[in-house]
């Protein structure tokens, strides 16, 4: 089978590092989808639509390409969170969230341009978060490191010292569900593992 060319349609490094790590070296091409034209209240269906709209923003700029669009939000007490607007927000969502569990929704959608199919799934997580002080809270904000976040916390950061445990796959926290995507590639036939010798990708373009 011919190996398309693996295609992130989002400037997250986290993710960006999470495919290299697993070996595969995607062509960065973020997507300028307003994501304020969605308004879903159900969390599975709002990544879900987001993770797919991202990707067939980009979709025209490809040829043989596999694009992989993905979009994560954290729900709190049923409440659902996106990136926090301001430093107050991330404090205010902070205070809510110690010593509370949280549930992390990642969309994934992936095109496979060749074969004319796409496929959408959502991963799940339940997140168990420490009881941090005010200081920490205080602290951790200061960093900037939550306000880029859409769970206002990197687990693979600084925010990894307020987690105390996961219910589910941790790379779905971080952005993007390593185990969720091999099942995602070999449903279009592909073995993960068949993109490790594409080489080194790149950005191809940038958008908002």
């Known amino acids: 089978m011919n190996i398309p060319k693996f295609v992130l349609a989002s400037a997250s490094p986290a993710r960006r590092k999470l495919l290299q790590n697993a070996g595969i070296e995607p062509v960065v091409c973020q997507s300028d989808f307003d994501e304020s034209q969605i308004d879903l209240t159900n969390p599975i269906n ?12 980009v979709r ?4 043989n390409a596999l694009i992989l669009g993905c979009d994560s939000v954290l729900s709190i007490q049923g409440e659902i969170h996106g990136k926090p607007a301001n430093p107050e927000d991330a404090i205010a969502r902070w205070q809510k969230m110690r010593g509370n569990v949280g549930i992390l929704y990642t969309g994934h959608a992936l095109i496979d341009i060749s074969q004319d199919q796409t496929i959408v799934k959502c991963g799940i997580t339940k997140v168990y978060f420490a009881n941090a002080s005010d200081r920490a809270i ?3 904000v200061a960093t900037g490191e939550p306000l880029n976040c859409a769970g206002c916390f990197a687990i693979e950061g600084r925010g990894g010292l307020f987690v105390e445990k996961l219910e589910g ?4 926290v971080i952005g993007l569900s390593l185990p969720l995507l091999y ?3 070999d449903e279009l036939g592909y073995n ?3 993109f490790w010798s594409q080489g080194s990708g790149g950005v191809e373009e940038s958008g908002e």
Do not use: G
């Open 138 to 140: 205080a602290a951790y």
């Open 60 to 63: 025209d700029k490809f040829t």
């Open 183 to 185: 099942l995602m590639l």
């Open 169 to 172: 796959c941790h790379t779905n």
């Open 46 to 57: 709002l990544v879900e639509t987001l993770a797919l709209s991202k990707a067939q923003t």
């Open 192 to 194: 993960a593992i068949d």
